[in-house]
């Protein structure tokens, strides 16, 4: 799974129809090319990726400013909704996806209905659990990890990220229970955190 496709899906979606340099500059806006290098050419190579799997549609419509050939344009088809939808939700429910893609998962959590969302982030959570769980159940009690060496270290590092991200998880789920953003189907008069 790639945090550029999931990216490129959802800034073509949020545009309804997009040209490659509209996702490219929406994606830099989001600073995504720090942190999911979205850089030109992995988005044209996404952009062109997808539209050969069904999942966008190309439309030679935009002139040209400087006198070329006319911008292609893309639009997410049926397939690709479906597809976009589902990297969502998988990032988000992934007990260990990578930084980048469970960042552009977070960043286009409002595109799923609150309900969903905080559903999808439950289960993250129950997943953070069962994971610092199996972490542990195989420890002595009592165990002193900085007895261990490295091997105590390392089960620490393990420890460390299953709570912090239980932690981040927790708070976000917090966060959309007392209704921050605006998500999918609602109205913005419904969210106290609206602009």
């Not at 990726?49 to 549609?57: D, E, F, I, R, W």
């Not at 935009?62 to 911008?71: D, E, F, I, L, V």
């Not at 439950?122 to 091997?151: C, F, Y």
Request: charge should be negative; charged fraction near 20%; avoid cysteine.
């Amino acid at each position: 799974m790639s945090a550029v496709r999931l990216l490129v899906l959802g800034a073509v979606r949020r545009r309804g129809q997009a040209h490659g340099y509209q996702v490219l500059a929406d994606l830099e806006a989001w600073g995504a090319h720090e942190w999911a290098r979205a850089t030109s050419g992995s988005v044209y190579h996404a952009l062109k990726a997808m539209t050969g799997q069904g999942l966008l549609v190309m439309h030679d419509t935009t002139p040209s400013t400087a006198g070329g050939p006319p911008r292609m344009e893309y639009t997410v088809t049926d397939a690709g909704e479906q597809a976009y939808l589902d990297l969502l939700r998988t990032a988000l429910t992934n007990r260990d996806p990578r930084l980048d893609l469970l960042a552009a998962a977070v960043g286009l959590i409002e595109d799923l209905p609150r309900a969903e969302a905080i559903a999808l982030l439950r289960q993250r959570l129950q997943t953070m659990n069962e994971w610092r769980a199996s972490i542990t159940a195989h420890l002595p009690p009592g165990a002193d990890l900085d007895t261990w060496g490295p091997v105590g270290d390392v089960i620490g590092l393990w420890l460390h990220t299953a709570d912090t991200r239980r932690d981040w998880t927790s708070r976000l789920l917090h966060r959309l229970e007392q209704g921050a953003y605006r998500m999918a189907g609602e109205d913005r008069a419904q969210t106290p955190e609206s602009p």
